[in-house]
């Protein structure tokens, strides 16, 4: 045999070799778009603007319970396959984000579907989602709570409640120490100085908090923190979390 046909043997055969060792463009092209979706999911400049400090992992696990948190939003395990979110006020995915943009991130202009980030977004929710169970897949309970809640609770169930619930993005009680949204008060020195006394009664300070608490942004009560559900924060736990921050 010749050298000739030895050498183009050989060179067919690494490229027969590099045909199956490397992946296709479009396989590339997909797990470029899921990591690039996964930096997304942590990050706050998706919204856009340099004034957000939220992102969707400040208020979503990836699944249930991963963090060891109470985070205001459901689980992403099963959200393809959601046919509704917010409690059913929304219907689509698209429409889920679009609300937690514009409400919780500072975003006025909503997604289309058809930008890079919502479609990286999406491919990295899709790599999460392989397997999801029917039960992940259905309707997560949302229940928008009353403003009333009893008027004592647990200091020390207060104390854990509040560090698994909101330390995270309002820091530790009195000095904010940890807290990831700067912009997040305080608690509760700063709300308070924000009602005074004798203007704001105990009553309506009390009321404030639980307000800011159960509607929260989502519905018009001011600021970005998204509302905590009934089944998230009972009220139960909600006043023992107020309870511990010494709210009257």
């Known amino acids: 045999m010749s050298r000739a046909p030895l050498a183009l043997a050989t060179a067919c055969g690494l490229l027969a070799l590099l045909a199956v060792a490397c992946p296709s463009s479009s396989t590339v092209e997909k797990k470029?778009?899921?990591d690039h979706g996964q930096a997304l999911f942590s990050?706050?400049?998706?919204s856009g603007t340099?004034?957000?400090q939220m992102s969707c992992s400040t208020c979503h696990d990836l699944t249930p319970g991963e963090s060891g948190l109470?985070?205001?939003g459901a689980p992403m395990v099963g959200?393809?396959?959601r046919p509704?979110?917010?409690g059913g006020q929304v219907d689509t995915l698209l429409g889920a984000?679009?609300?937690c943009l514009y409400y919780h991130m500072l975003q006025n202009d909503p997604w289309l579907g058809n930008e890079d980030d919502a479609e990286a977004i999406y491919a990295f929710l899709e790599s999460e989602n392989q397997g999801a169970t029917a039960q992940e897949k259905a309707p997560v309970a949302f229940t928008i709570g009353a403003v009333a809640v009893p008027q004592t609770g647990s200091s020390a169930n207060g104390e854990k409640l509040f560090n698994e619930t909101c330390a995270t993005c309002h820091g530790a009680k009195t000095s904010g120490d940890g807290r990831t949204v700067k912009i997040a008060p305080i608690l509760p020195e700063q709300t308070l100085a924000a009602h005074p006394s004798p203007t704001y009664t105990d009553a309506d300070r009390h009321l404030i908090f639980v307000e800011k608490t159960r509607h929260g942004g989502f519905l018009g009560y001011g600021g970005q923190m998204p509302p905590l559900s009934e089944e998230v924060l009972s009220d139960q736990?909600?006043?023992?979390?107020?309870?511990?921050?010494?709210?009257?």
């Open 84 to 86: 509704t979110y917010w």
């Open 50 to 52: 340099s004034y957000n």
């Open 79 to 81: 959200v393809l396959d």
């Open 32 to 34: 470029s778009a899921i």
């Open 237 to 248: 736990e909600l006043a023992d979390i107020l309870t511990y921050l010494g709210v009257p």
């Open 43 to 46: 990050d706050p400049t998706i």
């Open 97 to 99: 984000i679009n609300a």
């Open 70 to 72: 109470k985070k205001a």
